[in-house]
């Protein structure tokens, strides 16, 4: 695990300096810049409320949509012009709204609470008079608060002490206006003074300290409107006071004459202002229904304007116009749903105004410096490609000279580009027919040491998954051990002799060399190639394993005999221990040539396959192993089924094998033990691990030989006495059975009086 993470950190650096060129740094830090720049504009936006215009336009389109309803608890009686015709003009006397008063009083029709929109700052004869009745009732007095700047304290202008006196309370009546100049909230305390409609609600100003006191209200449709009484109707004796009692109702001008109109959203349906008392009225109505609206929290609204806009600056970034103009559409409706919903499910305003604003700006802006770039790349890489080194700016001077002039900088580049493509594509094109038509395997990869074409006969050798087209090198070169490799120069103009598990599963043996192929100053072509050296290296192992038998295995045998023959000849006639180990060495010479020969021929491309008898074959070996079992008072136990089974072999070589299998059973096996063998042909599939589909009844032949392992120098002994012949290994075996579609499996404990088993399956030639 360390070694590979060791590679890949030694390969990684050049690999990531390949991937990023001087292009896509520049076009990533330019992104990085236009994200710093607007997200720190858009906070400072925020933060500063500047830009709020859009916010307002969205907010009182949702007001619209909401249309609240006005509070049957509220009446005004208001001011109008009729009243100041019928009443005496501007200002009315006192005595009108003592009138007012005594008559609310006098008929049991008292308010809940009585605020007047009407200023009293000079002293009046009726003073005492209005005193006395509003005495009787819950009433509250407005008073004149102007502040010279937003820093300088109020300066509280009070009515008549005696009316003072008699006031239940005292209620400022400023009017608050955004910036665009309309007026959508009020401030329920200013100074020590709560707003008229906090007063005449009768809830304490401490509810609403949050937001700096300031709060939005819903402004009711003018054409639905608030009860509204004229002052002159209220007055006259058959008005219903009755419509009066246990209300809150507001005293105040409506008299366009008299100039107390505000601008609203619904000014302009209007032609003029919204009454000052209506402002009033409408603030009220929404304390009593507890639908005051506030502003999120300053982190909430940053974080979420934030989070808009960079979404949208990474879709800018990654994904095609399209879908980037999609996203951005989802991302501005979503702002503009999660703003509604806040607004009419819970009173609370989120403003996306900015946000959108931002990403108005922010997407024409990125469009634009795509554009350039696009531009700037297209020139940039058709003159590398047709080889002329121009810059962009010599197309208005005239150093590119272009048929169409008259055309878009675009087209014109486009027509260049296309040409260069064009060759460019001829140059692939036949790059592509050699790497197809070579009988060598070959590959070829880009400058940034990704796969892009990929021989036939590359495609035999190596697994699918290291060959897939745009696929980095670098599981490739893992899987051909060339990972400790930094970079691909190291490898040109050498020999590098490597190895792999071919799709078959069988280890080959390569030799691997890279070249480069220039293709622009910055860029190039590797290449790839793959020599197939496994038939050779098995010859110069064949090579070497006849060297090593002729040299050594054969001469000893050889130079035995031949010791032999001359102590014979030096005497008398041999006696019969000399020609007992003249006969043994030249018995072991006999069976070494017959491994070779055998060694040789179980290599063989194709075997001469006959159809042979199973029981037969089994009978030859068990005859040729009887004598080195009896050696060591073994037993051969046989267990056949009762119908003999045919199976396609080389008899020769499966004899060997299974003459192999039980030579070792009696040279491990404990002695005065039995072997047995047994033979059948059921439907078992499963063999070495394989899992094979299930035929018909005796679709396979089954063989399992079972003995018992002995003590290692019982063991030691054993092949002592054996060592005379049977020099071929478990290499052979196997190869013999793979050659004959088989299978076998090995249990073979090394414990002594343990259970050793071998199991071998072959298929049937027919059944019998």
């Keep these: 695990m360390k070694s590979t993470q060791a590679a890949v950190a030694q390969f990684w650096p050049s690999l990531r300096q390949k991937l990023h060129t001087r292009d896509e740094q520049r076009f990533y830090l330019e992104w990085v810049v236009v994200a710093v720049l607007a997200l720190s504009t858009l906070s400072l936006f925020t933060v500063?409320?500047?830009?709020?215009?859009?916010?307002?336009v969205i907010y009182d389109q949702f007001h619209r949509w909401r249309a609240p309803l006005p509070s049957n608890d509220i009446v005004i009686i208001g001011i109008d012009d009729a009243s100041l015709d019928e009443l005496g003009g501007w200002p009315l006397k006192r005595k009108v709204y003592a009138d007012l008063l005594q008559k609310m009083a006098d008929t049991g029709n008292s308010p809940k609470a009585i605020g007047f929109d009407i200023l009293f700052p000079d002293p009046s004869p009726a003073d005492a008079d209005l005193a006395k009745q509003m005495r009787r009732l819950n009433t509250y007095l407005s008073v004149e608060q102007p502040r010279i700047n937003a820093v300088a304290p109020f300066v509280v202008h009070k009515p008549q002490a005696a009316l003072v006196d008699a006031a239940k309370?005292?209620?400022?009546?400023?009017?608050?206006f955004e910036s665009d100049g309309f007026s959508r909230g009020a401030y329920l305390q200013e100074g020590q003074l709560p707003h008229l409609a906090l007063a005449v609600s009768g809830q304490p100003a401490e509810n609403y300290q949050s937001h700096g006191g300031y709060r939005r209200f819903n402004l009711v449709d003018p054409e639905i409107g608030f009860p509204i009484v004229s002052l002159a109707d209220a007055l006259s004796d058959g008005f219903p006071m009755a419509v009066l009692k246990d209300k809150y109702v507001l005293i105040g001008s409506i008299a366009p004459s008299l100039g107390d109109h505000f601008p609203t959203i619904y000014s302009g349906r209007q032609g003029s202002g919204t009454p000052g008392v209506m402002l009033h009225a409408n603030l009220l109505n929404d304390i009593l229904r507890g639908n005051l609206i506030s502003p999120v929290p300053l982190w909430v609204q940053l974080a979420l304007s934030s989070w808009a806009l960079f979404s949208v600056l990474i879709a800018l970034m990654v994904l095609s116009p399209l879908a980037e103009f999609v996203y951005t559409a989802i991302t501005v409706l979503s702002a503009l749903a999660v703003s509604f919903v806040l607004l009419f499910a819970i009173d609370v305003w989120f403003d996306p105004g900015l946000c959108i604003l931002a990403i108005a700006l922010v997407k024409p802006a990125w469009a634009w410096r795509r554009t350039e770039m696009i531009v700037s790349f297209m020139g940039d890489r058709a003159a590398k490609l047709e080889k002329v080194q121009r810059q962009r700016k010599n197309l208005v001077t005239g150093g590119l000279k272009l048929r169409h002039f008259a055309s878009d900088t675009v087209l014109q580049y486009s027509r260049l580009l296309d040409r260069a493509i064009g060759v460019a594509s001829e140059r692939v094109e036949f790059l592509n027919r050699i790497v197809r038509e070579i009988p060598t395997a070959m590959l070829v990869a880009d400058a940034e040491q990704r796969i892009v074409l990929v021989s036939p006969r590359m495609q035999e050798d190596i697994p699918a998954g290291l060959l897939q087209i745009g696929q980095p090198l670098l599981p490739l070169m893992f899987y051909l051990g060339m990972h400790k490799t930094q970079n691909l120069e190291q490898l040109t103009g050498k020999d590098h002799y490597v190895?792999?598990?071919?799709?078959?599963g069988s280890i080959r043996y390569y030799i691997f060399r890279v070249a480069q192929l220039p293709q622009t100053e910055d860029s190039g072509l590797w290449i790839f190639a793959l020599t197939d050296i496994t038939q050779i290296r098995q010859f110069q192992a064949q090579r070497e394993q006849t060297l090593q038998l002729l040299s050594h295995d054969m001469r000893t045998p050889i130079a035995s005999i031949i010791s032999l023959s001359r102590q014979s000849s030096a005497g008398t006639a041999p006696s019969q221990e000399t020609a007992a180990n003249i006969y043994r060495h030249a018995d072991t010479l006999l069976n070494m040539m017959d491994d070779f020969?055998?060694?040789?021929?179980?290599?063989?491309?194709?075997?001469?396959?006959?159809e042979t008898l199973v029981d037969s074959v089994i009978d030859d070996a068990i005859y040729q192993v009887k004598d080195l079992a009896q050696s060591r008072q073994m037993r051969?136990?046989?267990?056949?089924?009762?119908e003999p089974q045919f199976v396609m072999a080389d008899q020769r070589l499966l004899t060997?094998?299974?003459?192999?299998?039980?030579v070792n059973a009696v040279r491990y096996g404990q002695a005065q033990s039995d072997i047995h063998i047994a033979l059948s042909h059921d439907a078992e599939t499963a063999v070495a691990g394989h899992h094979l589909e299930p035929g018909k009844n005796g679709q396979k032949v089954h063989m399992v030989i079972r003995n018992i392992v002995g003590?290692?120098?019982?063991?030691?002994?054993?092949?002592d006495m054996a060592s005379q012949g049977f020099g071929l290994g478990l290499s052979f075996v196997k190869t013999v059975v793979r050659k004959h579609q088989?299978?076998?499996?090995?249990?073979?404990?090394?414990?002594?009086?343990?259970?050793?088993?071998?199991?071998?399956?072959?298929?049937?030639?027919?059944?019998y």
């Design 169 to 176: 309370g005292l209620a400022h009546i400023n009017v608050t």
């Design 711 to 719: 003590d290692p120098q019982d063991v030691s002994r054993s092949r």
């Design 636 to 642: 051969l136990v046989q267990t056949f089924d009762d």
């Design 597 to 610: 020969i055998f060694s040789i021929k179980a290599q063989a491309q194709e075997y001469q396959l006959v």
């Design 656 to 662: 060997r094998m299974l003459v192999n299998l039980l």
């Design 742 to 767: 088989g299978h076998i499996h090995f249990d073979l404990p090394t414990e002594p009086g343990a259970s050793a088993q071998v199991r071998l399956q072959l298929p049937i030639s027919k059944p």
């Design 48 to 56: 500063m409320q500047w830009g709020t215009a859009p916010g307002h």
């Design 499 to 504: 190895s792999g598990i071919d799709t078959n």
